[in-house]
């Protein structure tokens, strides 16, 4: 294999590449996550989310009340508690707090299955 300038150029250019990279890496943070914000954001999640399964809760009460005889009073019950926990979002301000809310909420949507 013959040595040309060009290949010495690029085994240059390479070895440069390769060498740079590190300093070039270590001017960056990529401390994650930064988000300030981020219980605001879980709140927001979970506020569209309660909302979404409340509308579905109540286009189902509905629906079943339509039915023949069908009482709606134990999904009705489910139905408040779980608008109840709803209101408490707001409130809450760490995220263990909407973790546990979450967890809660998603039980009383279990039983209302």
């Known amino acids: ?4 300038p060009w290949r010495i150029i690029a085994c240059i250019a390479v070895i440069a590449a390769v060498l740079a990279v590190p300093a070039l890496a270590a001017g960056t943070d990529y401390g ?17 989310k ?5 509308t579905g809760m109540s286009a189902s009460i509905a629906y079943i009340g339509t039915l ?4 709606t009073a134990a999904l009705e019950s489910l ?28 039980q009383v949507n279990r039983q209302f299955r």
């Open 32 to 48: 994650y996550p930064k988000l300030e914000t981020s219980v605001a954001s879980q709140k927001a999640h979970i506020a569209w």
């Open 68 to 71: 023949n005889g069908a009482s």
């Open 79 to 106: 139905l408040a508690q779980y608008r109840s926990q709803e209101a408490q979002v707001t409130t809450l301000s760490t995220h263990v707090g909407l973790d546990n809310l979450l967890r809660d909420m998603n």
């Open 50 to 54: 309660a909302a979404e399964r409340e």
């Open 1 to 4: 294999m013959k040595t040309t």
